[in-house]
């Protein structure tokens, strides 16, 4: 516990200091399992790389063996000549070793020149290790998104939980005044009646917006690390979306060229198509350079006596392999391969309209966030002013109590609602920065340290 809290105040994120958004994202990847994960499979999708390098470099094998051996060969019709022995056809020979001790070697190397199943395999391994790179960026992205959707339900529970409070003291006051008003006989006993139901109400709101911001810090917490107890987070942002938008179709494209999602469909697609390369027609022939030595010894008796027999082989230059027939195996798989090939490139155009539905929806919404928060803020100054004009008429007696207590909490509900639509807004423009690639630690800074303050 001690070195986190010692990251913590390096950070300066303690009790007294909040939080903002980027050094919530700085905890979380160190922190988050799910980073951990994607960084995995990111170090394991590079070598894939190195595996496509390698397809096209020499092999080399070497064997040895030995032990109990045994040979029996026969030659009929041979040719036999030798000094001072003449001339000799149609001779047989017969040799015998049993019971012997003998063994071989050999070693053997080998280049492929020529292979289209190895340049499919190789481009696939590539594309692969492409997939590994986006899937990185993909869930990166992922987690910057959770991190910012579970720091603002931070920040609004915290002022859900202070806007309470705050409307909790004035209920109280107003439940005071109402039980002297009326020790007075100044104000009917039904004000202190309803003005007690009011502070028994906020009462229990007060709690459940305790128990709200315990969960929502739990939830960071076990994103970033940090500890719940003591954890703050920087009030909800002012609207950061009120920036102008460029046009819909720039968003569109960019959509379809950088989406990770996207990306990562498209990549599948290449990848089944160098899985039909594989087993295409011809693509089994194969063209290697090889060099190959062998030796093979072996010594003992047989039926004709004491023997030994040696062996030596080598061979230096090209080999050809050319399948004839493989019993229909290879192009029964072609043609599974074919259709796994269809889905993907079906998956990849469902997957375009629905990343085109989703950008066009994030940017409406945008869209119409200038228009919403200048309604929503016209709202809650009128909310204010009605408040103003109840408490002035609560003293002069055109007001009662429940008047008073109503203007307070509508009052409360348009300041609440005018923060929560800001941060919706917030993260409809980090949902659609994500939805087009460009989600990145500048917008996370921005959405909480550039972010103009709130009015």
Not at 141 to 153: I, K, N, P, S
């Amino acid at each position: 516990m001690k070195p986190l809290w010692a990251a913590l105040l390096a950070l300066g994120i303690t009790g007294a200091h909040a939080a903002d958004l980027l050094q919530a994202w700085q905890a979380a990847r160190q922190h988050d399992p799910e980073m951990a994960v994607a960084q995995a499979a990111l170090q394991a999708g590079q070598t894939r790389r190195d595996q496509a390098s390698a397809l096209w470099r020499p092999t080399v094998a070497a064997t040895a063996a030995g032990g109990a051996m045994g040979s029996q060969t026969s030659t009929a019709g041979a040719s036999f000549s030798a000094p001072g022995f003449g001339t000799s056809t149609n001779v047989g020979f017969n040799t015998s070793v049993d019971n012997s001790l003998g063994g071989r070697w050999s070693i053997g190397a080998r280049m492929p020149v020529y292979s289209p199943e190895r340049t499919a395999q190789g481009r696939k391994l590539t594309l692969s290790a492409d997939l590994a790179d986006v899937q990185w960026q993909a869930a990166e992205q992922a987690l910057m998104l959770q991190t910012a959707e579970r720091y603002f339900a931070v920040a609004l529970a915290q002022d859900a939980l202070l806007l309470l409070q705050r409307q909790q003291t004035a209920v109280n006051k107003a439940l005071v005044e109402a039980k002297d008003r009326f020790a007075l006989g100044d104000a009917p006993v039904t004000d202190t009646h309803e003005a007690a139901a009011r502070a028994r109400a906020i009462d229990a709101q007060v709690l459940a917006a305790e128990v709200d911001l315990q969960i929502a810090q739990r939830a960071l917490a076990d994103t970033t690390g940090w500890p719940a107890d003591a954890l703050q987070v920087a009030p909800a942002p002012a609207l950061l979306a009120t920036a102008p938008l460029p046009a819909l179709p720039q968003w569109l494209d960019q959509a379809a060229a950088a989406n990770p999602g996207l990306r990562q469909q498209t990549l599948a697609v290449e990848v089944a198509r160098q899985d039909v390369a594989q087993y295409a027609r011809g693509a089994g022939t194969t063209v290697d350079l090889v060099a190959q030595a062998s030796r093979e010894h072996l010594s003992g008796s047989g039926r004709y006596g004491q023997g030994s027999n040696t062996a030596r082989q080598h061979l230096v230059g090209v080999q050809i392999t050319v399948p004839l027939y493989t019993g229909g195996q290879r192009s029964a798989r072609q043609q599974e391969l074919l259709h796994l090939q269809a889905k993907a490139e079906a998956e990849l155009d469902r997957a375009r309209q629905q990343v085109a539905q989703q950008t066009r929806a994030a940017w409406l919404r945008l869209q119409a966030g200038a228009a919403r928060t200048e309604a929503q803020d016209a709202a809650l100054r009128a909310s204010q002013a009605r408040l103003d004009a109840t408490q002035l008429g609560r003293q002069v007696g055109d007001r009662t109590t429940l008047d008073l207590l109503n203007a307070q909490n509508d009052a409360a509900a348009a300041e609440l609602a005018l923060a929560q639509l800001r941060t919706t807004l917030t993260l409809e423009r980090l949902r659609l920065l994500a939805l087009t690639g460009q989600l990145d630690e500048r917008a996370l800074h921005t959405a909480t340290v550039d972010a103009p303050a709130a009015k």
